[in-house]
C-alpha cells in the first residue's frame, strides 16, 4: 500500500512538473519572454502606485479649505460632546474624498475612536464612524 501511495505521489510530482515546463523554440519564445517583460513591468508599476498613495489622486490643495484645521477638530469633538483635553492620538488632515476635500480627524477617548471627514469648505460633517477602542 505504501509503495502504490509512493508512486502515486512521484507520478502526480512528475505530471505537475511537466505541466509547468516552458516549450522551447522558434519566435514564439521570445514573443513570450517580451509579453512577460511587459507583466513584469506592469505588474511593477502597479506596485508603485499602491505604495505611493498619492498616486493617482488630485493634489490637495490647502488654499480652497474655507474651514481651518482647528475649526474641523473643535465641530468633531462638540459633535460628540468632548474637549480636547479628553482626548488623545488626535489628528487631522486634509484630503480629497469623492472629489470633495475634506478635514479628515480622528481621535480617541480611553472608550472609542473616532473618525470625521468634514467639508473643508462648509464645515459639515460628511461621515462620522465610531467604534470601540
Not at 507520478?11 to 517583460?37: M, P
Not at 489628528?91 to 473618525?115: H, P, Q, R, S, T
Amino acid at each position: 500500500m505504501k509503495k502504490l501511495f509512493a508512486l502515486m505521489f512521484t507520478l502526480i510530482f512528475v505530471l505537475s512538473l511537466s505541466a509547468c515546463a516552458k516549450k522551447t523554440g522558434g519566435s514564439d519564445n521570445s514573443e513570450e519572454t517580451s509579453k512577460q517583460q511587459s507583466t513584469v513591468e506592469t505588474v511593477s508599476s502597479e506596485a508603485s502606485n499602491a505604495s505611493n498613495p498619492t498616486a493617482g489622486k488630485p493634489a490637495v490643495n490647502a488654499s480652497e479649505a474655507k474651514i481651518s484645521k482647528d475649526k474641523a477638530i473643535e465641530t468633531a469633538l462638540k459633535k460628540v460632546s468632548k474637549k480636547k483635553a479628553e482626548v488623545h492620538d488626535l489628528e487631522a488632515e486634509l484630503d480629497i474624498e469623492n472629489g470633495v476635500l475634506v478635514w479628515e480627524v480622528e481621535f480617541e477617548d480611553g472608550k472609542f475612536e473616532y473618525y470625521f471627514e468634514i467639508d473643508a469648505k462648509t464645515g459639515s460633517i460628511l461621515k462620522q464612524q465610531n467604534g470601540k477602542d
